[in-house]
């Protein structure tokens, strides 16, 4: 590993030079096809999530929305091949923020440490460190990472991810890590991607989303309430290609005062919402769905069944 990282590393940051205009006709012209065309990557899962999600909707359509989910997604991947050499300048030109200063104020005025940020596997995700660019530099930006399991490209995507300058807290340490923050007192905004799949024993709350019941991550809204901090959620869109736009929509100034998984839920409405208007945008190829409601309750009703036979 230790010869191939500046090898890969190499040839991504070679690549990524050439202008994004070149990348996209690449996109079209290369990645699309083979991808949607010849290797099928996850078209079934991509269908069956869609048919699932949108059932008022026609064969048709469900094919129309797959193939911009593929368009976008082949750009998504160049766009995120890029980062190992944009400037600065581009990728504010490029990801804009909005209510970030307002965002900023609050949390000076009211006197907080944290600023927990809910976002999804929604538009270009990635882009998103460069928020280390907007914040004042007494202010320090992280967000919460699953570590890949291959180690060469897990270290490759630190480095990238790294480069705007925000830190990236592996998901098991967080709650070490933001104790570590507080002691500091260092205000610190933290980015929170919690739409992924958990595992069993992860799982506490389900709520409604698209189309099915769904199991949340509750880690953020609880640390953010022991940590009293303040919630925003990132309403991010794509004005055009290239270009993405996120609004800072605030969810809670004082979380200790809200109803436990309300947050989640609130949380999960408005991902919901953003990929009703444009499902194309969001990460339809990953197995969302793949742990269902019924069989965690059956896993539930078996594990008390077991703790009943095992105390008679």
């Known amino acids: 590993?230790?010869?191939?990282?500046?090898?890969?590393?190499?040839?991504?940051?070679?690549?990524?030079?050439?202008?994004?205009?070149?990348?996209?006709?690449?996109?079209?012209?290369?990645?699309?096809?083979?991808?949607?065309?010849?290797?099928?990557?996850?078209?079934?899962?991509?269908?069956?999530?869609?048919?699932?999600?949108?059932?008022?909707k026609n064969l048709e359509d469900i094919i129309a929305i797959e193939k911009r989910y593929y368009h976008w997604f082949t750009d998504y991947l160049l766009e995120t091949l890029k980062l190992f050499s944009i400037s600065r300048e581009e990728i504010m030109r490029r990801m804009t923020f909005e209510g970030i200063d307002e965002a900023v104020e609050r949390m000076t005025n009211e006197n907080k440490t944290f600023m927990f940020i809910y976002?999804?596997?929604?538009?270009?995700?990635?882009?998103?460190?460069?928020?280390?660019?907007?914040?004042?530099?007494?202010?320090?930006?992280?967000?919460i990472y699953h570590p890949l399991y291959n180690k060469?490209?897990?270290?490759?995507?630190?480095?990238?991810?790294?480069?705007?300058g925000g830190e990236n807290i592996p998901m098991k340490t967080v709650l070490k890590r933001i104790i570590e923050l507080k002691k500091e007192n260092r205000k610190t905004l933290?980015?929170?991607?919690?739409?992924?799949?958990?595992?069993?024993?992860?799982?506490?709350?389900?709520?409604?989303?698209?189309?099915?019941?769904?199991?949340?991550?509750?880690?953020?809204?609880?640390?953010?309430?022991?940590?009293?901090?303040?919630?925003?959620?990132?309403?991010?869109?794509?004005?055009?290609?290239?270009?993405?736009?996120?609004?800072?929509?605030?969810?809670?100034?004082?979380?200790?005062?809200?109803?436990d998984y309300e947050l989640t839920d609130q949380y999960a409405k408005l991902l919901e919402e953003n990929i009703q208007k444009h499902p194309e945008y969001w990460l339809w190829s990953h197995k969302r769905w793949k742990r269902t409601y019924d069989q965690w309750l059956q896993r539930q009703e078996e594990n008390n069944n077991?703790?009943?036979?095992k105390h008679t």
Not at 119 to 127: K, S
Not at 200 to 213: A, D, G, Q, R, V
Request: aromatic letters at 20%; proline letters at 5%.
């Open 152 to 164: 060469l490209f897990d270290r490759i995507f630190l480095q990238v991810r790294s480069r705007p």
């Open 306 to 309: 077991h703790q009943e036979t």
């Open 190 to 259: 933290i980015g929170f991607i919690s739409d992924q799949a958990p595992k069993w024993n992860s799982m506490h709350h389900w709520t409604e989303f698209l189309n099915h019941k769904t199991f949340f991550f509750i880690g953020a809204e609880q640390i953010g309430k022991k940590t009293d901090a303040l919630f925003y959620y990132m309403d991010i869109s794509r004005p055009r290609r290239g270009y993405y736009h996120c609004r800072f929509r605030l969810m809670a100034d004082d979380a200790k005062g809200i109803p």
């Open 1 to 56: 590993m230790r010869f191939l990282y500046p090898i890969i590393y190499g040839i991504c940051y070679v690549f990524s030079l050439l202008p994004l205009r070149v990348h996209y006709f690449i996109s079209d012209v290369v990645l699309f096809p083979f991808i949607y065309y010849i290797i099928q990557y996850r078209r079934k899962v991509v269908r069956k999530n869609l048919t699932e999600c949108f059932p008022q």
């Open 119 to 143: 976002l999804g596997h929604y538009c270009n995700w990635e882009w998103i460190a460069s928020l280390s660019y907007w914040i004042p530099e007494s202010f320090h930006a992280a967000q």
